[in-house]
């Protein structure tokens, strides 16, 4: 009997209808709420793909895999073609709750074996999963180490297999940073996370740093320019480097060659976050960690998405998101993204207007080659809160309103960021490939200040001082990435292998530094009353140059080789090699800009202001080969649970500094060891990692003698190296603590992201500073930080509705130090002695609560409301001088998104 197509909407039939077909007959069957007899052939055609990928309401049961098929046709109106072959005998987990219809239909084929992809406007064929390597196919593609296979990546028909957009989840089923390669969470033996897709939109994280503060176990700290350069800290250690599509590091340290982080997330499909050291693919280990920024790629189908948001402090921002098949049968993709915001801050006069256009297209040149590239420009234009607040002297705050902003009118922070990429990958056979990435991203800065410093009298609440000076310069970093992985088999069992190399430069030549030319900065009088329109703050009428770097460039490669072993089935041994070259060379120009110019009072010489002071260079070479490698192990208790422990080496060099026998000091040497414990459930749906640590370092480079004497220091070659140092000295930095997290889906509907991190971190040693102290002491010991959200289940009008809410907690940080009492501005002294200080950021906590309501199948409206008990903290602290910042009071976010 030849199957036809059935216009039948009664499920009960269409099973009959399905029974009654004899094996390896095709079965077309068309299911709905309404009979599609008599509906036009061009009505239908006109139907686009995209909207069968609006959110509907599942309940599809577990059972056979085929009864399963045409429930789910009733409930999404699609009609499936299939070989009653490919489903014979195969079950399926169902589908429950609110998904796309291809969301829910890649849960419903999870581990089948089968993939899907249109034939129609409403049509869709099941067929088996082709061989690896065909990028555009849209069904469950098999990742290492993945319970059941499930697919929760690459549900909207990107090319990534680690994607996440569509997925509706809050975990990931694969990520790159620590393998190359996708690989399971419960398989990586290191602490990692992910910021989804859903998480991005849901938690309303739109930059860089609102990524961070919401990531587990990360500590972000306010820079120079308030939340414009803020730093990123992990155990203790600062983060200095970023990946893009898990390509070759990235410096985001570094004030003249790194990059500042200000990036719209609208670009980017996820975060991966990597906490602890990595060497491997990352060339020296640093044991802070690493983020990869995933980007969005074309899809294989229309989707068109605009959002428009306004929010407290007039914060305004507008988005516009479109991709689709662009020629050549769907074969040539693109994608554009473009976004404008215009905000002010909830402290006075700062301001920041931010434009962005980001361009990728995709082409798979053959079926087993995709060819990428893509740029995006960013342009920010911003009116800075630099230096953050002054203490008073003692340390205690100056309890000013959240509101004061110690800025002038005529500051500037501008930052013009432009990249281009690209990246290949090539299918060898069905266990091999080979990708490539590259990025040449150039990044050029202005900025003009007007900071207060200065610790503040108690008596007179004077003390401070406005000063004045101007930066600029470009960055430009380029990065290359080439990677094998594959795998074969060996002793009965498959082993994976990963080899590679990368290249990252980074080029900050050009930098200039001005000062102001008044031969003092102007003092404030009151810091209560202080007037930022106050004509005694007005800008000075020119800038002398005070520094410049003609070279100041960074260049590092690497060779990496990991080899992932299965001896016994549920025992896996990872060994990793790692090879890294380094040369750094940088040329200092240092002029005078006092207005009456400067003078040596040891030997008489004198200079004329603008004239050059001092030139000095820096030349280093390192190379490194890690020893012992990087080794792990990985024990499956069960399919869903297994245990691990791990080493990592820590490798910092110091090759700038020479020994009393002219010798190269040794590098910073240590170790990264972690065990832990992860869980899968859910089929994958929900993750959970437990995790212990130990950070050591080593061999810190100390002065073996006395600054003020010339013969214990001194440059041999001018500047190039120093003389003399030692590492023998007992000096060693120690970070060891815990890691929790839990990410996925709870119960139907329910999503949840829990990450709770306590760390101790000293430094030790008779040499040492701050012996026993914190490496970080403003850092807190104990960070929480939480969100989830329910979709609700049933009710005609309730499902539509959705509710969350979370909370960022960290126990009590501290700052000591010693603030000087009377301090000599010419001749930039403290004449009047130093007071002892220390003062606390208790613990807090910080509430977020989200509601969001589904209009139709493509209208949805949003509203975010942060620090809802309007709790007044300081994000940041520093010291009595400056540094301080207040974090956010109460505010909103309403949102309004169309998806088509």
């Avoid at 989840?169 to 690989?183: D, E, Q, R």
Wanted: with cysteine; proline share 4%; hydrophobic share 35%.
């Amino acid at each position: 009997m030849r199957c036809s197509v059935l216009n039948i909407s009664q499920v009960s039939i269409l099973e009959q209808a399905l029974r009654r077909c004899k094996a390896g007959a095709l079965m077309a069957v068309t299911v709905g709420a309404f009979s599609w007899v008599g509906l036009a052939p061009m009505a239908a055609a006109q139907q686009a793909p995209a909207q069968v990928r609006q959110m509907h309401d599942f309940d599809v049961p577990v059972g056979p895999l085929s009864a399963s098929l045409l429930r789910f046709g009733a409930q999404s109106g699609l009609q499936f073609n299939v070989d009653s072959r490919l489903t014979d005998g195969k079950r399926t987990d169902g589908v429950r709750g609110r998904y796309s219809v291809e969301g829910g239909l890649n849960q419903l084929l999870a581990g089948s074996g089968l993939t899907f992809r249109y034939a129609g406007p409403r049509t869709v064929l099941i067929e088996a999963v082709p061989d690896a390597g065909n990028a555009r196919v849209l069904g469950p593609l098999r990742i290492e180490g993945s319970t059941g296979d499930l697919q929760i990546n690459n549900a909207n028909g990107s090319g990534d297999t680690t994607a996440t957009e569509g997925s509706g989840s809050y975990t990931s089923g694969a990520l790159n940073i620590a393998s190359k390669t996708p690989l399971s969470l419960q398989q990586t033996p290191q602490s990692v996370s992910v910021i989804t897709h859903q998480r991005l939109v849901e938690q309303n994280i739109t930059d860089f740093s609102s990524l961070m503060n919401q990531s587990t176990g990360i500590s972000t700290v306010t820079g120079a320019n308030g939340p414009l350069q803020a730093e990123f800290y992990s155990r203790g250690f600062r983060i200095q480097r970023i990946q893009m599509d898990g390509g070759a590091p990235m410096d985001i340290a570094n004030p003249d060659y790194g990059m500042v982080p200000q990036l719209d997330m609208a670009m980017y499909d996820h975060a991966e976050i990597l906490r602890g050291a990595d060497g491997l693919y990352n060339g020296y280990g640093q044991p802070g960690g690493v983020i990869s920024l995933v980007r969005k790629r074309a899809l294989d189908h229309a989707q068109v998405i605009v959002e428009g948001q306004a929010g407290s402090w007039n914060n305004y921002r507008t988005m516009f998101d479109a991709t689709g098949p662009l020629a050549l049968d769907g074969s040539l993709r693109g994608r554009g993204v473009v976004v404008w915001q215009d905000q002010d801050y909830f402290y006075d006069i700062a301001h920041n207007e931010k434009k962005m256009v980001y361009g990728v297209v995709d082409w798979d040149a053959t079926p087993s080659t995709v060819i990428g590239i893509g740029a995006s420009r960013t342009w920010q234009d911003a009116l800075p809160f630099a230096a953050g607040l002054p203490r008073y002297r003692t340390g205690a705050s100056l309890d000013l309103s959240r509101d004061t902003c110690l800025c002038v009118p005529w500051g500037q922070y501008d930052i013009d960021t432009t990249e281009i990429f690209g990246r290949v990958e090539q299918t060898f056979g069905e266990h091999w490939n080979l990708t490539m990435n590259w990025g040449r991203t150039k990044q050029e800065r202005v900025q003009v200040q007007g900071t207060v410093n200065g610790p503040i009298n108690v008596m007179t609440d004077g003390g401070g001082n406005l000063y004045q000076g101007r930066e600029q310069g470009v960055s430009t970093q380029v990065t290359g990435d080439l990677t094998l992985a594959g795998s074969f088999k060996l002793f009965g069992h498959e082993q994976t292998l990963v080899v590679g190399t990368n290249y990252a430069e980074a080029d900050g030549a050009g930098a200039t530094r001005y000062t102001s030319p008044a031969p003092m900065p102007t003092p404030v009088r009151n810091i209560r009353e202080f007037d930022p329109y106050d004509p005694a703050y007005a800008r000075g009428s020119e800038d002398v140059r005070q520094s410049y770097s003609p070279e100041d460039l960074s260049r590092q490669f690497g060779a990496y080789a990991s080899l992932r072993m299965t001896f016994w089935e549920p025992l896996h041994l990872n060994i990793g090699m790692r090879y890294s070259k380094r040369k750094s060379s940088s040329i200092s120009q240092l002029f005078c800009a006092q207005v009456g110019g400067c003078q040596d009072f040891d030997t008489g010489e004198a200079w004329a202001q603008g004239e050059l002071l001092f030139t000095g260079a820096y030349r280093v070479k390192t190379r490194d080969l890690s020893w012992p490698p990087q080794v792990s192990l990985v024990y499956d208790i069960r399919k869903s649970l297994s245990v691990y422990a791990s080493y990592t080496d820590v490798y910092l060099e110091q090759s700038g500094l020479l020994g009393r026998d002219g010798s190269e000091v040794e590098p910073i040497t240590g170790s990264n060891i972690e065990g832990g414990i992860k869980w899968a459930g859910r089929d994958g749906r929900l993750n959970a990692s437990l995790a212990v640590y130990r950070i050591e370092q080593s061999k810190f480079a100390q002065l073996d003698g006395d600054f003020g004497n010339p013969d214990d220091y001194f440059s041999p070659d001018g500047g190039t190296r120093y003389c003399c140092y030692t590492t023998d000295a007992d000096l060693q930095r120690v970070s060891s603590g815990v890691d929790l997290e839990v990410n996925g889906e709870i119960l139907p509907g329910w999503q949840l992201s829990f990450g709770y991190t306590s760390n101790k971190n000293e430094e030790t040693g008779t040499l040492s500073f701050q012996n026993g102290a914190p490496l970080e002491s403003r850092l807190p010991r104990h960070l929480l930080k939480v969100w989830t959200s329910y979709q609700f289940q049933n009710g005609e009008w309730l499902r539509r509705l959705s509710i969350g809410g979370g909370a960022n907690a960290q126990s009590s940080g501290y700052f000591e130090g010693n603030a000087c009492l009377a301090y000599d501005i010419t001749g930039s002294t403290c004449t009047g002695g130093f007071a002892p200080f220390q003062f606390t950021q208790g613990a807090y906590v910080v509430v977020a609560a989200r509601a969001a309501y589904q209009v139709d199948d493509h209208w949805s409206v949003a509203l975010n409301l942060n620090n809802l008990f309007d709790r007044t903290y300081y994000q940041t602290v520093q010291n009595s001088v400056s540094g301080n910042w207040y974090g956010e009071p109460r505010n909103l976010m309403l949102s309004i998104r169309g998806q088509f």
